[in-house]
């Protein structure tokens, strides 16, 4: 629920991109908690056009999005 609120928009609905923005599935940012935190939750590639979410999800809720695609990536979803 949490990435279809706040990351779908960008980042497509189940996590799947449409090809304009990176597929979150395949980041290697999703292995490693603190550099999903760092970009999700602290806005590390915001000069890029990523925001942090900071002011939106805990670093809890953060971890549950990465959570989230790990899983997808795992499944090799496609939809």
């Known amino acids: 629920a949490t990435f279809d609120e706040h990351c ?8 799947v991109s449409g090809g304009v923005l990176p597929d979150l599935r395949k ?4 292995r490693t908690t603190d ?11 915001s000069t ?8 939106w999800l ?3 809720r ?3 999005v990465r959570q989230y695609l790990l899983k997808r ?3 090799g979803a496609t939809r």
């Open 35 to 45: 550099a999903f935190k760092g970009v999700v939750h602290d806005g590390a590639l």
């Open 8 to 15: 779908s928009r960008c980042h497509g609905d189940n996590a």
């Open 73 to 75: 990536a795992q499944d």
């Open 58 to 60: 805990s670093v809890e």
């Open 27 to 30: 980041s290697p940012l999703i």
């Open 48 to 55: 890029k056009g990523m925001l942090g979410f900071a002011q």
């Open 62 to 64: 953060v971890e549950e």
